[in-house]
Structure formats: structure tokens, C-alpha cells
């Protein structure tokens, strides 16, 4: 259950993070260096 409970908030924020990204039209460099619009949530912290 606690499991679960992570992996919903864990997709929540990841979800958050994606679409203020995309409203913003911006986007983050990914672990190559090339700009993304869809990065994962660990990479950005």
C-alpha cells in the first residue's frame, strides 16, 4: 500500500513538472545535453 501510495505521488509530480514545462513552452537539458520537454522526475533534482 505504501508502495502504491509513492507511485502515485511519484506520477503526480512528474506529471505537474511535464505540463508546467509544456504551458511554458521551455524546455531542460536531458543527461546529453539536448534540450527536452519531457524530462523524468529524478533528473530534475
Known sequence: M???L???V???GQ???RQSI???SQTIQ???G???ATPTFPWVF
Do not use: E, H, I
Request: aromatic share 10%; glycine share 10%; no cysteine.
Open 6 to 8: 509513492f507511485l502515485l
Open 15 to 17: 506529471r505537474a513538472l
Open 30 to 32: 536531458n543527461q546529453l
Open 10 to 12: 511519484y506520477s503526480l
Open 22 to 24: 509544456k504551458r511554458g
Open 34 to 36: 539536448k534540450p527536452t
Open 2 to 4: 505504501v508502495m502504491g
